[in-house]
């Protein structure tokens, strides 16, 4: 319950910062962003010509995250980013083109196109080497029947993640770079995880240790905390 309270004030102090020009920006989370680079540029040495899927996990704050995001592509040298996202279209501000000109939202509710929404992301990956999806969102957000799960085992469970990020990343033979945000006593921080080869066996069995290692280490800042089915999903109704 206090992962929402908190996510709310964070947002609206980073929302006002950037809109007025008044202290917009923030060191810790620079510092993620530049070791973020600094990891993907060695992905990008490790295997040229292979795209990086960047994942942030829904900790602390969606707005944190997309500085973090926008703090990247500007160390990467992009002129622009395409970040997969199911917020509403408002929740960065009405003004989109001022607060983060240098991303290029792919709406996952969008009505019209949502169906396409994967040949985006390749494209996008295809054209930069470089995009941002969150593979951590649990599947009954995705609110599409049947759904395309693959099954994991979470706290000694079993348990199902949405497949989008393993097809996509499949297809582009494209390594996965997963980190999320921590907050404490008013300060930002992050943890860096491993990078997944999307295209190798294993792939979503490893993504759900990452989930529960962010569970057991920084639980109270999981934004999504307040669902009770977690990762227990059925595919079809």
């Keep these: 319950m206090a992962s929402e309270q908190i996510e709310q004030l964070i947002d609206r102090r980073m929302h006002l910062g950037r809109l007025y020009g008044q202290g917009n920006h923030w060191q810790e989370l620079e510092a993620t962003a530049q070791e973020l680079a600094e990891t993907t540029q060695r992905i990008q040495r490790e295997y040229p010509g292979r795209p990086v899927i960047i994942s942030p996990f829904h900790y602390v704050s969606e707005y944190a995250n997309i500085y973090v995001v926008d703090a990247l592509r500007a160390k990467l040298g992009l002129n622009e980013l395409a970040v997969v996202s199911g917020s509403p279209r408002e929740?960065?501000?009405?003004?989109?083109?001022?607060?983060?000109?240098?991303?290029?939202?792919?709406?996952?509710?969008?009505?019209?196109?949502?169906?396409?929404?994967?040949?985006?992301?390749?494209?996008?990956?295809?054209?930069?080497?470089?995009?941002?999806?969150?593979?951590?969102v649990p599947p009954y957000m995705m609110q599409r029947y049947p759904m395309e799960t693959v099954e994991v085992s979470l706290m000694g469970r079993p348990a199902r993640l949405h497949r989008g990020v393993f097809s996509i990343g499949s297809h582009v033979d494209a390594v996965l770079l997963c980190f999320h945000l921590t907050f404490s006593k008013g300060h930002f921080g992050h943890r860096l995880f491993s990078p997944i080869e999307l295209a190798r066996e294993g792939g979503p069995q490893r993504v759900a240790d990452y989930i529960e290692q962010a569970y057991q280490s920084a639980y109270p800042n999981w934004i999504l905390a307040d669902h009770p089915s977690r990762y227990g999903f059925a595919p079809s109704k």
């Design 91 to 136: 929740a960065y501000g009405n003004r989109e083109d001022i607060l983060i000109p240098g991303l290029r939202i792919l709406h996952t509710y969008d009505k019209n196109n949502r169906s396409g929404l994967g040949l985006r992301v390749m494209r996008a990956l295809r054209h930069d080497g470089v995009a941002v999806l969150f593979s951590d």
